[in-house]
């Protein structure tokens, strides 16, 4: 059982801290609010915070989150609980909510924490970094990655073998390992959702060899490779750390796809394709980059340009779902698919294969909600039964949605929500005091 | 200036297809599909001109005969238009165009057509051996003739000028243009095609597909070839009658794992069954079944006494040859070679 901890209070509880729950918070924190920001990583910052850079500008993503983030974790009117997750969260009345929520060990005290990494060193144990996506391991004792908020470390217990070397190279004696779960109950006067999406799993496409041909990775992997704190400082191809030369964009991997059960458009993925190409070919300058796509959604503001831009650089646009793909002998792949301009089966050999995978819904959060039913729309995100006129409000008056979690976006656009969401949960605040 | 039929799609709906309007045009289905080549690429394409109702370059086409329906592209088209299913409807589509008598259309499209001409023709031994005075030695003479007269018949008016018609369309465009050398050097295209099916085995999940196929065909041409012209039911040939029991065999443990899987559902092959399909099956285990026990009566000399087994199997070989091969799912066997044969004339014609 874990240890029941004192009652907390609140007016405003934000579930989930990526770009969407951070700006809510920030929002609803500067008017003078106290929120209470649930963050189940070990860090803020979201998806957001682990990319290269953003379309159309090509901003650098972490320049737009690290500051964001940092004014967040220093905000006096926000208290921010990382490793934390909501069990359960009921509607008492109208202004009144509690819920109670689960904080998870990270067995080490944060605020003592300098993060100068000698646990790290110290830690014999070496595992894959899910923070990096796989392409690099990490320790059992380690810090999430640089730009971390907070930057302190944590301790893997799952893999950890309880030697004791980080305990003993720890020069701020931080690292704790009697801490156990803990439960809070917190009263709060209302409620953001801003649970974001989960990525599509390729593995779910077999004859697209995610997984068995190594070659084959993630949009995701690619973004780590392209971000500032970067894996490799440079584009690897996973298979033999080869520099590709000549790689293939996959759109379209899980979205438009009845038969994995996502039938609809993920919204990012032609824009993050044409953006992870440009700054490819500014990595690698001989690299031949395709594109292979159903249609080309560029609609939102400066895209089609910079979809142009694209074309302009060099990069080739292929019009056809790739159907499947095989490896040679030397890692590289063979992509099937139909010419669809010349209406021809072709074959097209590259040494690295990038599946723009989608956005799926992070349906977990409809569950918490006890005694009133959060409603979700046909795809699974979170419903908005006033779509138009007012797009934060759900199905429970007093829970409202920022971000992806109420459907795929992109980043402009779930701050915009997050900004919705805070005035509409400021309004409705204002009506309990009058 | 082309031709559109902007009802085509829901005409094709009678003959077996689902929402091809679904499709968006990805090429997953064209890409997944292991039969598909840069000469020949479908099935998307087919499914353009289907949507657009472009009825001419579908009768020309020989691409619907090309494919042998793994289900591939239909368990994993984005859409779920369902391609292989739509390809399957083109066969049937195609076999009622070839047809000069326009029966294959009207049996594909009505059930109850397909039903009411059962029944009719059922009727019609019924009353013939009635006639007869369901006399044994009579029936199996008027039996035996009948086979005869049927293959001749059915080849010589139907199925031939059907095949002609089919050359018609193929090559609307080039009639004239292809040296009869062509047409010489690429004959054993037709019989390679006919008599192996080899084209299956390049489906990604059919070599037990194929093997079942192919010594169906054999069983089944073998025993025609037993009861026609070796005279199964009459002969006294050791060897010949232990061949029939083995064809006939054959054809009834084959075609029964058919229809168990039609009715399984479990491969993607045998998850849409139009009428055709069950008839097919079920009246081809039905020959085997009934001809397998009769000369079994025969042999323990209960037929005189059992005669109405006999009457039975009568009925259902009379429908099979009068509807099922002149107008039916039977002509695949024929349309599926001569479509290779005329793609082999066409290439050697292009080169």
């Known amino acids: 059982m874990p240890e029941q901890k004192e009652t907390l209070e609140y007016d405003v509880l934000v579930v989930g801290g990526g770009i969407a729950g951070g700006e809510s918070a920030l929002n609803l924190a500067n008017i003078g609010y106290k929120v209470l920001l649930l963050e189940k990583e070990l860090t803020i910052g979201g998806k957001m915070i682990l990319l290269s850079k953003v379309f159309p500008t090509l901003d650098c993503a972490a320049c737009i989150t690290t500051p964001k983030v940092s004014e967040i974790s220093r905000h006096p009117n926000i208290t921010i609980f990382t490793s934390t997750v909501a069990k359960k969260i009921n509607k008492i009345a109208e202004h009144r909510f509690e819920a109670v929520i689960l904080k998870k060990p990270r067995y080490v005290n944060v605020p003592d924490c300098t993060g100068c990494q000698l646990c790290e060193e110290a830690c014999p144990v070496s595992v894959t970094d899910q923070y990096q996506y796989g392409l690099v391991g990490r320790k059992a004792a380690y810090i999430p990655f640089s730009i971390a908020s907070p930057r302190a470390a944590a301790i893997d217990i799952d893999n950890c073998t309880l030697c004791g070397a980080c305990e003993r190279a720890c020069p701020t004696k931080c690292i704790d390992f009697t801490q156990t779960e803990e439960e809070y109950l917190v009263k709060v006067k209302s409620v953001v959702v801003a649970t974001g999406f989960n990525l599509f799993d390729p593995l779910k496409i077999p004859r697209y060899g995610f997984g068995k041909f190594k070659n084959v990775i993630t949009s995701m992997q690619m973004e780590r490779q392209l971000a500032p704190t970067r894996p490799f400082n440079t584009i690897l191809r996973p298979g033999d750390g080869k520099m590709p030369d000549n790689i293939a964009y996959v759109l379209c991997t899980g979205s438009r796809d009845k038969t994995v059960g996502n039938p609809i458009c993920s919204q990012i993925c032609c824009m993050y394709s044409i953006k992870q190409a440009q700054l490819l070919m500014g990595a690698l300058p001989m690299a031949d980059i395709t594109i292979y796509y159903l249609h080309i959604r560029a609609f939102g503001k400066g895209f089609n340009e910079f979809y142009a831009q694209a074309q302009d650089m060099g990069v080739e646009f292929v019009k056809g779902k790739v159907g499947k793909i095989t490896e040679n002998e030397d890692g590289n792949l063979i992509l099937r698919y139909e010419d669809i301009e010349s209406g021809v089966v072709k074959e097209a050999e590259h040494d690295m294969v990038v599946l723009s995978v989608g956005v799926l819904p992070n349906m977990e959060i409809s569950e918490t909600f006890e005694n009133k039913n959060l409603e979700l729309d046909p795809f699974n995100f979170v419903g908005q039964p006033d779509i138009l006129a007012s797009p934060a409000k759900t199905s429970i008056e007093g829970v409202f949605v920022a971000g992806t979690a109420s459907g795929p976006m992109d980043i402009p656009d779930s701050i915009l929500s997050g900004g919705a969401a805070s005035a509409e949960t400021t309004s409705y605040l204002r009506r309990a005091s009058l | ?351």
């Open chain 2, 1 to 351: 200036m082309a031709k559109i039929n902007p009802e085509f799609t829901k005409e094709l709906k009678s003959y077996g297809a689902f929402d091809v309007n679904a499709c968006y045009n990805c090429g997953n289905c064209t890409a997944v599909c292991s039969l598909s080549d840069e000469e020949n690429s479908f099935p998307r394409k087919m499914i353009r001109l289907s949507v657009l109702g472009l009825e001419e370059d579908i009768q020309m086409s020989l691409d619907p005969w090309l494919c042998y329906y793994c289900g591939e592209c239909s368990t994993t088209c984005p859409r779920q238009a369902e391609p292989g299913e739509l390809m399957m409807s083109l066969r049937r589509w195609l076999i009622s165009k070839y047809d000069w008598t326009g029966l294959s259309g009207l049996l594909y499209k009505s059930f109850t057509a397909s039903l009411t001409a059962f029944i009719i023709l059922a009727t019609g031994v019924l009353w013939f051996a009635a006639y007869q005075g369901f006399n044994p030695e009579k029936l199996l003479h008027y039996g035996h003739y009948f086979e005869m007269i049927a293959i001749a018949f059915v080849f010589a008016f139907i199925l031939l000028p059907d095949i002609i018609r089919m050359w018609w369309f193929t090559f609307s465009k080039e009639h004239s243009k292809i040296p009869l050398s062509a047409y010489t050097k690429a004959i054993g295209d037709l019989f390679v095609h006919m008599f192996t099916q080899k084209r299956t085995l390049g489906c990604d999940d059919s070599q037990v597909r194929w093997f079942e196929h192919l010594i169906l065909v054999f069983g089944y041409l073998l025993l025609l070839f037993t009861t026609v012209f070796l005279d199964w039911f009459g002969t006294n040939n050791t060897f010949v009658i232990a061949l029939g029991y083995i064809e006939s065999a054959i054809i009834f443990v084959v075609t029964f794992i058919f229809v168990l899987s039609r009715v399984k559902k479990e491969k993607e092959v045998s998850k849409h069954s139009h009428p055709s399909d069950w008839f097919f099956v079920i009246w081809l285990f039905l020959m085997g079944f009934t001809a397998f026990f009769v000369r079994l009566f025969i042999d323990i000399n209960i037929l005189n006494t059992n005669i109405w087994l006999y009457v039975l199997h009568l009925i259902v070989l009379v429908q099979w040859a009068l509807l099922i091969v002149p107008f039916g799912k039977w002509t695949h066997f024929l349309y599926r070679s001569f479509a290779m044969y005329f793609i082999r004339v066409k290439s050697l014609n292009t080169k």
